[in-house]
């Protein structure tokens, strides 16, 4: 059974953005223009420390070569599918890479797969249709102007967008046999919110994604802010944020992760956080909270609710 996390916030504004996006590093190979993950047995992860906020993750990794010769290996820095809907939407920011303490440069790739994984990502690319494009038509089911019409079987029978679009941070990373290769990376995620929504709607999205027990849905309708407005209550809601994070890619390398440490922090001590875990997080301090393990295998990825009540004057 997976351990529930709850923590509580102050009231921030919120954000626009609708893009969930944060992932683990796992090696790729090219195929017909896409990128697939594959397994590798001769690298492991030694170490692996996980940071997450709402406004920065870093992870910091040791991997070792336990082989008796160099590997070359294309890593790939995968993001989940962006969504598309009638708010606005962003991609990571600030991403950076560091191998051995020194910055790594970056290729961007951009992959578009059918439903069936049918990779499309090159004829979409031939049509010019850029990301925005792509939210655009998603939003209004209008062809941006110049724009030739998408593929009949690219779209569904609403005439919705059948595929999805993914970012990808490549490079390809030398293994030197038998020795071990820091890595790490940080960025500026992207947040799903939103308006306030009432306490009811978020309850009911929300509580097979992100894990709501009975003491964070009562926690969420604490919060859920009603005010009096020519002397009826109005209902405003509560200001809320989802965080999406990839750990399984972490099972294609060698074994478990020899040592994995989770750290979530919140900006002020009353944030309500949900997510579904199979770990339990410890407080270290009024913002911090903890989980660190040996030999652990991700079973899920994360999927992190953040909930405060709207600052209103």
Same mark, same amino acid.
């Given at each position: 059974m997976p351990s529930y996390f709850r923590i509580l916030t102050c009231t921030i504004t919120a954000l626009l953005f609708s893009t969930p996006a944060f992932a683990n590093d796992s090696s790729f190979g090219d195929a017909n223009g896409s990128i697939t993950l594959k397994y590798q047995p001769n690298i492991s992860?030694?170490?692996?420390?996980?940071?997450?906020?709402?406004?920065e993750v870093r992870v910091d990794y040791v991997f070792t070569n336990t082989s008796s010769q160099d590997l070359i290996?294309?890593?790939?820095?995968?993001?989940?599918?962006?969504?598309?809907?009638?708010?606005?939407?962003?991609?990571?920011?600030?991403?950076? #890479?560091?191998?051995?303490?020194?910055?790594q440069p970056?290729?961007?790739?951009?992959?578009?797969?059918l439903a069936d994984k049918t990779d499309i990502s090159t004829e979409l690319k031939q049509l010019g249709w850029s990301v925005d494009e792509v939210a655009y038509f998603a939003e209004?089911?209008?062809?941006?102007?110049?724009?030739?019409?998408?593929? %009949? %079987?690219?779209?569904?029978?609403?005439?919705?967008?059948?595929?999805?679009?993914?970012?990808?941070?490549?490079?390809?990373?030398?293994?030197?046999?038998g020795q071990s290769v820091a890595i790490s990376h940080s960025y500026s995620p992207s !947040?799903?919110?939103?308006?306030?929504?009432?306490?009811?709607? !978020?309850?009911d999205t929300h509580t097979e994604l992100a894990c709501l027990d009975e003491s964070a849905k009562q926690g969420i309708r604490k919060r859920n802010l009603i005010v009096k407005q020519d002397g009826e209550d109005q209902e405003i809601g509560v200001e809320w944020s989802h965080l999406s994070y990839i750990l399984v890619t972490a099972n294609n390398w060698q074994g478990a992760i020899?040592?994995?440490?989770?750290?979530?922090?919140?900006?002020?001590?009353?944030? #309500?956080?949900? #997510?579904?875990f199979d770990g339990e997080l410890k407080k270290t301090d009024p913002l911090t909270f903890e989980f660190q393990?040996? %030999?652990?295998?991700?079973?899920?990825?994360?999927?992190?609710?953040?909930?405060?009540?709207?600052n209103i004057e």
């Open positions: 992860m030694d170490k692996e420390s996980l940071f997450i906020s709402e406004t290996v294309p890593i790939a820095f995968p993001m989940p599918p962006m969504f598309f809907g009638s708010a606005d939407h962003s991609s990571i920011d600030n991403f950076t #890479l560091k191998v051995n303490g020194e910055t970056t290729q961007h790739r951009l992959v578009a797969k209004y089911g209008v062809v941006p102007k110049g724009k030739p019409a998408l593929p %009949q %079987q690219w779209l569904d029978e609403n005439q919705q967008i059948a595929f999805t679009l993914s970012d990808y941070f490549v490079w390809q990373q030398t293994f030197p046999a !947040i799903s919110t939103g308006v306030p929504y009432p306490a009811s709607e !978020i309850i020899k040592d994995f440490k989770l750290t979530l922090k919140k900006s002020q001590p009353t944030d #309500l956080i949900s #997510l579904c393990q040996k %030999q652990f295998t991700p079973k899920q990825d994360l999927s992190i609710l953040f909930i405060r009540k709207p």
